[in-house]
């Protein structure tokens, strides 16, 4: 299994460029999260969806949207991307319920100029 | 909504040395996760507690849940460079859905291991 994966792992962006933040797991998963990770600021939720047709908001969504035509993938959207979205970006995945563990990608690293 | 707090945001200690971090829930937790991010990489997860008064051992690393629900340490003895990064822990909230769940970070301690 390949568990979590992103791409890119490095992306440069212009101001007002847009661009989609890929992420794919193999585990079946029905949950799948976006952060963004921001230095003192822990991780920070912007969309989770809890299966496929299924997305709702978190902690930060304003500038990004998602969706989940399938379980494997949940693509992260930046419409016109501002130097304040320069961050870490993690996709995440785990089954449903309180109880079960997260597993993370391993990343993005956007800057936006 | 719920909100998980950590202390310290940063801890400095000299290999050898022991070193804690603190977790506090808003709310009663039905169970509290932990997760280590090494520099330059991504959390991964280490334990759940479930129990009142849990404690575990992994090693060196020794993990409590509070009596109450609501608090959760963890506990390093004896630091080894292999211990730096971050160290987050992660508590379930009900989201929108019936029956769906989100983990609600702390904001995490970084550790840092002065050889």
């Known amino acids: 299994n390949a568990g979590v994966t992103q791409t890119p792992k490095f992306q440069v962006l212009k101001t007002g460029q847009s661009m989609t933040l890929q992420c794919a797991q193999d585990m079946n998963h029905e949950y799948m999260s976006w952060y963004r990770q921001d230095p003192g600021m822990g991780l920070r939720l912007i969309h989770y969806s809890v299966g496929a047709g299924i997305t709702d908001q978190g902690e930060v969504p304003n500038g990004y949207n998602v969706s989940r035509s399938t379980t494997e993938d949940f693509p992260l959207r930046l419409l016109s991307a501002a130097p304040s979205q320069t961050s870490v970006y993690f996709c995440a995945s785990r089954r449903p319920g309180q109880y079960n563990e997260q597993f993370f990608g391993p990343g993005t690293r956007l800057t936006v100029l | 909504g719920q909100q998980v707090m950590q202390i310290p945001q940063y801890q400095h200690v000299q290999e050898g040395e022991d070193f804690t971090t603190y977790c506090n829930s808003s709310t009663t937790l039905s169970n509290i996760q932990w997760y280590k991010q090494r520099p330059g990489g991504h959390p991964v997860f280490l334990i759940q507690?479930?129990?009142?008064?849990e404690v575990k051992k992994q090693k060196r690393l020794t993990f409590q849940f509070g009596e109450a629900k609501k608090n959760s340490s963890l506990h390093i003895t004896a630091t080894q460079t292999t211990d730096v990064g971050t160290y987050f822990c992660?508590?379930?909230?009900?989201?929108?859905?019936?029956?769906?769940?989100?983990?609600?970070f702390g904001k995490g301690t970084k550790l840092s291991v002065i050889p």
């Open positions: 992660a508590g379930p909230e009900s989201s929108s859905g019936a029956g769906s769940y989100q983990l609600t």
């Open positions: 507690l479930v129990k009142s008064g």
